[in-house]
């Protein structure tokens, strides 16, 4: 009888404990962010350098994220959305004002992407690394010269072809190839491009938004579609794979660091922003991640074989004519629908 | 022995029942309770978001409408769901060819190989599933260990495309699946009285029959089990057919996971739930059926 109730004291205590945890303020940054893209190295030495310890989750897609944290699940107190979701929440109320005081590292940032269109003068988001959407192929199986969305998907290439599983990304390549605006996502235009995409999804092998230079490295497919930095990794592999930015038009996408209104811990997570603006830790995620970094000071510490890097920075682009996505609403589960159709026809 | 006990009367009557206090419910309320939170509320979420509407950010929006069931009875998802199935039989029946006799083998062995052996079934429970996958697309890509193997010992002279097919898809259902076709069959197999099989073949009967007639219906709840432990996740899994298949021929799995995760459509995807749950509960009371007729 007595081990019973040192038991349930016990367990009585545990249960208070649990309680008077819940009420105390979390002294833990909450850090929502993509797979494969913040390096461990840097949360080890914002915690060294800070104390502040950092608790990170990961998600794979925008649609994700926002699902998580629209369903309240955690409380996040720093989110890594992409442009268009920046907008999206923007709109929606859902993003806190970024004190720049406390942000002197702003400064660090090319011009160019301080003041972008979804978000005018940096009020809410920082940006955390941009890239592109182009062409990588195997160079020794593969002649060339490719330039264009449609020479990815030849018959000659057919089986042999990775793309990015994303709906929205394919169409936007069907889109820019029929001269029709990328945001421009209305049924007639789908409808109208549903025959290209018809055609040229029969030929692709594999859908991968995860890793799509596994199947180029494996020897699985021989050309495709795939993010910048996977495009950049792979070159540096091995030169073969080279990069290309299609003619029809260019996709970039800029993630961003930005702080949701139910964080609880705003001052710490604006010291995070400051601290990955500095362009040595900006430096070790471009290390690790080689997409192309907004931060000027950064670069300028990089090696030239980065640089060089033709998938990280394209040659000669300019990268005012790059096309940003913004955001589609309720068009997304259409755009979903139909790729889901095209796959299972 | 069983004569005896069979034969001899059980002394029934009042004085002997023993009415259930309220002690036995005390010990199974943790259970109750478990399955309330985990299982019976959950799934009623799911059926209440499947009737509502989603706003543009995919927020559910609680008013009540049919559209996602109308939706969903789409000829293509249906033919999604069809191939899914298809695949989840496709991986039971190699399951049972595969693991039936293993079962057998382990279960009729002596009992100290047997521990061995059920330890080196549960072995790949230690690692993850995901990393087991993985490790799969290595082996099979065209620059992996196998292509290698073949060319070396010049079986092939060109690699062979073993990723990215159903072939891959079903190798990957069937190597993660097999441990729980093996398990229960085993464990019908191991309280198979000797005996009865010795007293089948005194009586005449040849090896095919004993089997048909003694053995297979003595272990016939392992094997409704072990179906129905394989079917039913294999149905919905959406990792591994993802992973080997390369997503060109989504399973109603990965539908159902991309309406939460990019197409913000949650209502939609929980109607899709709700429907491969009334097809688990087919499944169930069908397999019930079987055994309950059988014993009968």
Known sequence: MTKHKTKLFAAACAGALL????????????????????????IDKFTEETGIKVAVENYSSNEEMLAKLLAGGGAYDLIQPSEYTVQAMIKEDLLQELD?????NLKNLAPEFRNMPF????????????????????A???????????DVFTDEHAGRIVVLDDAREIVTWGLATAGIPINDVSDENLATITPLLKDWLGKVKVFDSDSPKTAMSNGDTDIGIVWSGEGALLFAENPKFQWVMPVEGVHMFVDNLAIPKTSRNKDKAEAFINFI????????????????????????????????????????????????????????????????????? | MAVTAATAVLPTGPSLQRRAGLGPWFAVTPM?????????????????????ERDALGRIVYSFTFENYTRA???????????????AFLTTVICLVLGYPVAYFIGRSSERVRGLLIMLVMIPFWTSFLIRTYAWISILSQEGLLNALLMT??????????????????????????????LPIYTSVEKLDGSLIEAAYDLGARPARVFSRVVLPLTQPGIAAGILLVFVPAIAMFAITNLMGGGANPTIGEVIQNQFTRARNQPFGAALGVLLLAIFIFSLWLSSKFRRGHEA
């Open chain 2, 73 to 87: 009875f789409d000829w293509k998802w249906l033919k999604i769901l069809g191939v899914s199935v298809w695949y």
């Open chain 1, 100 to 104: 720049q005081e406390k942000i002197p």
């Open chain 2, 32 to 52: 109750l309770g478990w399955l309330a939170l985990f299982v019976i509320v959950p799934t009623l979420m799911l059926v209440v978001v499947s009737f509502c």
């Open chain 1, 140 to 150: 020794e199986v593969v002649p060339g010269p490719i330039v264009s969305y449609k």
């Open chain 2, 153 to 182: 010992l010049k079986i092939t002279s060109a690699p062979i495309g073993f990723m990215y097919t159903p072939f891959a898809v079903i190798l990957g259902l069937v190597y993660n699946f097999l441990p729980f076709m093996i």
């Open chain 1, 277 to 345: 603006l500095r362009p040595d830790i900006s430096k070790m995620i471009s290390d690790e991640f080689p997409y192309y970094n907004p931060n000027l000071e950064a670069r300028a510490l990089l090696s030239p074989e980065q640089l060089n890097n033709p998938a990280s920075y394209p040659p000669g682009f300019d990268l005012t004519s790059a096309q940003l996505f913004t955001d589609i609403g309720e068009q997304a589960s259409k755009v979903d629908e139909l790729i889901t159709t095209i796959k299972v026809q």
């Open chain 1, 119 to 138: 978000d005018p003068d940096n009020k809410f988001s920082v940006p955390w690394m941009a890239g592109f959407v182009g062409v990588v192929y195997n």
């Open chain 1, 19 to 42: 309680l008077a945890g819940c009420g105390k303020k979390d002294e833990t940054l909450k850090l929502f962010s993509w797979s494969e893209y913040v390096p461990q190295a840097v």
